[in-house]
């Protein structure tokens, strides 16, 4: 498998699609919710799309909208102009839409439960069963889940300030995973009181 999962920071990132149909717009709507500048070249730009700062060019320009892009996505029904735009961005970060093989960065597809994200990816073998596979994992995490994560958080950034050993503050943080009294509050919705326990946790370590 010549794949590796990477999350890649897109606030910022110069992303152009060729292309502005369904999926180029699909591409283009994750980027700009993620911080990316993003041009489109193509005939016409959803309203959406132009709402969130996406601007759209002509396919004229592609040699220019590649030069100034990080990364490049091809998402058009033109063959021809998706050879010769994926040609020319060889030096890029570059996506396939129609051929992802042939690119350097697939877009999974993904969903957010609260604050986290998760991806998934079958190697180009089932799309369909990606999304299969995305509606049985949503039905399994829960609320209680998220509660946990934002817990975790808040205890890990906590023990950094008193705990320098790495191994050590994560012996603590699985303690407080299983710990009874924690779970028992998550399972009210006490997140305040949760949060409390743990600071008494903490302070014992001192």
């Not at 596979?133 to 817990?151: A, V, W, Y």
């Not at 399972?187 to 370590?205: T, V, W």
Request: charged fraction near 30%; glycine fraction near 6%.
């Amino acid at each position: 498998m010549d794949w590796t999962s990477l999350y890649l920071k897109t606030s910022g990132l110069n992303v152009f699609i060729l292309g502005t149909g369904e999926v180029a717009t699909r591409r283009a709507n994750k980027f700009l919710d993620h911080g990316a500048c993003v041009k489109l070249a193509g005939k016409n730009l959803d309203d959406e799309l132009k709402d969130k700062g996406a601007i759209l060019c002509s396919t004229q320009d592609v040699e220019e909208l590649v030069e100034w892009s990080d990364l490049v996505v091809v998402a058009s029904g033109d063959e021809k102009l998706c050879n010769h735009v994926s040609e020319i961005s060889k030096d890029k970060l570059l996506n396939r839409a129609d051929y992802p093989q042939e690119g350097n960065v697939i877009v999974p597809t993904s969903f957010n439960i609260g604050e986290i994200e998760i991806s998934i990816f079958t190697n180009g073998k089932s799309p369909l069963m990606a999304r299969q596979l995305r509606k049985k994992i949503q039905s399994i995490i829960t609320e209680e889940d998220i509660l946990e994560i934002e817990l975790q958080d808040y205890a890990r950034n906590r023990l950094k300030e008193v705990v320098d050993d790495q191994k050590e503050r994560r012996s603590y943080l699985y303690e407080i995973l299983d710990d009874e009294k924690i779970n028992d509050l998550i399972n009210e919705r006490e997140i305040g009181q949760a949060k409390g326990y743990i600071d008494e946790f903490i302070r014992g370590l001192q």
